[in-house]
């Protein structure tokens, strides 16, 4: 495999699934005929049993080798919105870190779709595509200040020297929650365009 070939593999390993269109924005951009591109790599990459597909869907659907995601499963949906997630931010500003459904530990902790450094800061992301009750989203929301008491966040590898900062809790999605008074700084917005509209960041 060469370079590129590597970061596809890669990049279907982190997000679980992309779209044809999907690798072709990450990584044939630059190219005068992306599409086709993206066409003739992933046909011989499925070929040589690097990538998997599923045609069941109008647009194709890739996946690791190894995928463990069934073809008609719900998750798809999600990963996918994750991934073009990543894309918005991608335009503003490629991500320093970002992690996919991260394990932060056991039973009561935050469970965020995503993990990024993005924008000189960290990140906790909950990517909603349906509408949550309020009470499960109160529930979520008491998860991370829960963890942020807890103090485990602070011996995090990616904090910075001599500051421990919490990440933003940044809820996407059409829908608007109540908050309420709380310690952590919580954001919602349907979109990263949409958030950056609204603030400004001070970028260490």
Not at 52 to 57: D, L, T, V
Not at 103 to 121: N, Q, S, T, Y
Not at 144 to 158: A, K, L, T
């Amino acid at each position: 495999m060469n370079a590129r070939d590597k970061a596809i593999v890669a990049d279907l390993e982190r997000f679980r699934c992309l779209s044809r269109d999907d690798i072709a924005e990450l990584h044939f951009s630059h190219v005068k005929h992306p599409i086709t591109q993206t066409n003739i790599v992933l046909k011989r990459l499925r070929r040589d049993g690097l990538v998997k597909c599923s045609a069941e869907r109008r647009k194709y659907i890739y996946f690791p080798a190894d995928r463990s995601i069934k073809p008609d499963s719900q998750k798809i949906n999600h990963f996918l919105a994750i991934a073009d997630f990543y894309k918005q931010l991608r335009r503003f500003e490629a991500p320093r870190v970002f992690q996919v459904e991260p394990k932060l530990g056991g039973k009561g902790f935050p469970e965020p779709d995503i993990f990024a450094i993005w924008k000189g800061a960290p990140w906790f992301i909950e990517i909603q595509r349906t509408q949550y009750t309020e009470k499960v989203m109160t529930e979520k929301l008491n998860r991370y200040e829960e963890y942020y008491v807890g103090g485990e966040w602070e011996r995090e590898p990616w904090q910075p020297a001599g500051k421990k900062m919490f990440p933003y809790v940044w809820v996407v999605g059409v829908n608007k929650y109540s908050i309420g008074q709380r310690p952590i700084r919580v954001l919602q917005s349907a979109s990263a365009h949409d958030l950056l509209n609204r603030i400004t960041f001070h970028q260490r």
